[in-house]
């Protein structure tokens, strides 16, 4: 079992930036893929970047891009998405997941991290 939890979020004005974190805990060898995932009221959930435990290969959905940085401190077994240059439309719940089976998909999840953006 792996259990995360998200922290690091809050209110931010427009241009400002936020860094998330996800502490994994629990089975942490098992992961391969941990990634962030948002979703805004209203809205289906949608996928914002995730990183290969190992060989810390990144991938970031075309909002982000630019803007968001994921990274991970494999001593820790904590992952990171710094956000920069913060706008309105990035306001969502924030999620961590990991996948930790090498041939599934997303597996574990945590609750949640709330991040609002005010014009």
């Known amino acids: 079992q792996v259990q995360l939890v998200e922290s690091g979020g809050g209110l931010v004005q427009a241009g400002g930036s936020l860094r998330l974190s996800c502490a994994a805990s629990?089975?942490?060898?098992?992961?391969?893929?941990m990634g962030w995932f948002r979703q805004a009221p209203g809205k289906e959930r949608e996928f914002v970047a995730a990183?290969?435990?190992?060989?810390?290969?990144?991938y970031y959905a075309d909002s982000g891009k630019g803007r968001f940085t994921i990274s991970r401190d494999n001593a820790k077994n904590t992952v990171y998405l710094q956000m920069n240059n913060l706008k309105p439309e990035d306001t969502a719940v924030y999620y961590c997941?990991?996948?930790?089976?090498?041939?599934?998909?997303?597996?574990?999840w945590g609750q949640g991290t709330q991040v609002t953006v005010s014009s």
């Open positions: 997941a990991a996948q930790t089976t090498i041939a599934s998909s997303y597996d574990s």
């Open positions: 629990g089975r942490t060898f098992s992961v391969y893929v």
């Open positions: 990183i290969n435990w190992s060989g810390g290969s990144t």
